[in-house]
């Protein structure tokens, strides 16, 4: 009696200290997201200062009276190419890595849902656990 007693409190055990192992690897993805968020934001910022520098100036155009030369035009189309190429898709990665990112109310969630699962498993693993070592016994007899 003593060795079930002992066999299912290592069980218990184990599942509370891999529970505890997976609610802290949550730290590194979170940081692994926020990396992501912060590459994609400083090749948008980056993009934009190219953009900037190519796109013809607002002001310089009204004063102008409007027209735009045909020199215009062309880097106009260079930096709506770049930005439909580069600022968009990286806006896209970023947004998906915002969204990725476990926060404090998540990880609350997260640790509840895998609390029940592994009260589940390890409820079954331990009657399984016991067929097999019944198993064992009947067929050595």
Known sequence: ?????AREFLILIGGIVLGFLIFLGIIPYNAYQQGKINERTELIIQTWVIVDSIRPDGYWIRSRGNSLTPEDVIMYK??????????FPADRVRVDARNKILYEEDRKNFAKKL???????????????????WSVKTLRN
């Open 115 to 133: 609390a029940i699962t592994l009260a589940a498993l390890i409820f079954a693993l331990r009657y399984f656990i016991y067929t097999i070592i």
């Open 1 to 5: 009696m003593n060795k079930i007693i």
């Open 78 to 87: 260079k930096s709506e190419k770049i930005i439909n190429d580069v600022i």
